[in-house]
């Protein structure tokens, strides 16, 4: 049983037009948990459309997208979040606080309360991130990279058994593409699955995933 | 009937129609200007039946302020009370209504002038001899909205993706929830509207200038009836409230 898995999946843009704005047509896919895919595509293919198909976010026309085996549309929004986590391509706006420490206990705040295990979870998180250094400093002054591995932080807490990054190397310059890699590879070896969008070619050759190549109308190649 | 109008009479429309139900506070005037901005909206090309469907989220947001006005409106009859407190009475329930009628054209309102194409409607506020700084901010108004829209769904939708049961918070939590929301909406709002300054100002903008165009707007024979018929219709509906002047 795959762990993501999308079945016949029919998606337009424009409803009104389907005939001139067919995206997707039986787009089918199944991802493992515990892979490191990439989905690779020209611009405006659909790669972003592809990942919000996954969460939930935007509903397909036709088809079916099923998470262990569930459909998707079965889920509420927090339980999909807690089992895969999502990162925009603009970490900018999944950021709402003013410290890392209140961004990464947010749900926690909100939710089910902050126990000495999600504390730990905490320390974990932030040393895995390298943040030791910016945890004092307010979230609006640290760097661009500072603030996507926040971002990155915020999924971790949540201990997701999937991540999915939306062009995450945008906006960053090769010293932080390699801090982005080295942070990738941990998170896969710790049996976290990624599932990676990106059109950075250099960059996702340097990681040891499988890569799917996205075609118009939604023709997934190896 | 539905040929493609000229932006200046959808704009003349707009503002005949909103005119006259803003300052006239007569339900039965009022009641009429609801009647025509559907026919207008109809000829114009607006599809109704959708823009009403459409509208029907808002129909407990409506129907609460009518509830409201009454509560805090009072005169003429009552029709509900309790004791000495009136619930609902009849300048309440009046009040209420015409506030409905006016929200309703001028929602209609909107949905006219979004069935021409921004350029034209931009070049029509520019032939009307309006300020171009009006055209502009609603260019960039028009054009960056369903761009703000999206970025809220986005901030919207990672904060569901946090694993956060929203529909179990007390109702305070969730309004302080809401609250976190504002700041990375404000933020990029404010962030996109800098970029789009410095843009604008790099490609050398000066308010005030004077500025040509190829493309230009003609009138023709009916966008000239339709106009027309608008001003006499407006005109008769305003003289049964206030007589004599036809």
């Known amino acids: ?222 | 009937m539905f040929r493609d109008y000229d932006p200046r009479v959808k704009i003349l429309i707009v503002m005949i129609l909103t005119g006259v139900v803003v300052f006239d506070n007569n339900l039965v005037t009022q009641g009429l200007i609801v009647f025509l901005t559907f026919i207008l909206a109809f000829i114009v090309g607006v599809n109704v039946i959708n823009t009403l469907y459409k509208m029907r989220r808002f129909l407990t947001l409506l129907f609460s302020i009518i509830i409201i006005q009454s509560l805090f409106v009072q005169g003429g009859h009552r029709y509900l009370y309790i004791g000495a407190i009136t619930l609902i009475s009849e300048k309440g329930i009046t009040l209420g209504i015409a506030y409905v009628f006016r929200v309703i054209v001028i929602i209609m309102s909107g949905a006219i002038i979004s069935t021409s194409s921004m350029r034209n409607t931009m070049q029509g506020m520019v032939q009307l001899k309006l300020p171009y700084e009006l055209a502009l901010m609603t260019s960039i108004g028009v054009r960056f909205l369903p761009i703000l829209m999206g970025e809220v769904r986005n901030t919207h939708v990672s904060m569901e993706l946090r694993g956060i049961d929203v529909n179990e918070l007390h109702i305070k939590r969730r309004l302080e929830l809401i609250g976190r929301l504002f700041v990375p909406i404000v933020y990029s709002t404010l962030y996109r509207a800098k970029s789009l300054s410095e843009s604008i100002d790099m490609r050398g903008y000066i308010i005030g200038e004077k500025r040509s165009s190829y493309y230009h707007l003609t009138l023709r024979k009916h966008d000239i009836a339709l106009g027309v018929i608008v001003i006499i219709v407006a005109l008769v509906i305003l003289n049964r409230n206030y007589g004599g002047f036809i």
């Open chain 1, 1 to 222: 049983m795959a762990f993501i898995e999308l079945k016949g999946i029919d998606y337009h843009i424009n409803k009104k037009n389907k005939k001139l704005n067919m995206l997707f047509e039986n787009l089918n896919l199944a991802i493992e948990g515990n892979e490191f895919i990439t989905i690779v595509g020209a611009n405006g293919i659909g790669k972003t459309t592809l990942s919000k198909l996954i969460i939930g976010v935007l509903k397909p026309d036709k088809g079916q997208v099923l998470l262990e085996n569930i459909n998707i549309e079965d889920y509420k929004r927090y339980e999909i979040g807690r089992k895969i986590g999502y990162l925009f391509q603009n970490p900018e706006i999944q950021l709402f606080n003013a410290k890392i420490y209140e961004e990464l206990m947010f749900a926690y705040e909100f939710g089910e309360g902050i126990s000495d295990e999600v504390r730990k979870r905490y320390d974990t998180v932030i040393k895995d991130l390298s943040l030791e250094k910016a945890v004092n400093t307010p979230i609006k002054q640290l760097s661009q990279g500072e603030k996507q591995r926040v971002a990155i932080g915020t999924i971790l807490m949540n201990n997701p058994k999937f991540i999915i990054l939306d062009e995450p190397t945008v906006g960053l310059n090769q010293e932080l593409i390699d801090d982005l890699r080295v942070i990738l590879l941990k998170i896969y070896h710790k049996g976290i699955g990624v599932l990676l969008i990106s059109h950075d070619n250099e960059f996702v050759k340097s990681l040891p995933t499988k890569v799917l190549t996205l075609s118009k109308g939604g023709r997934i190649s190896v």
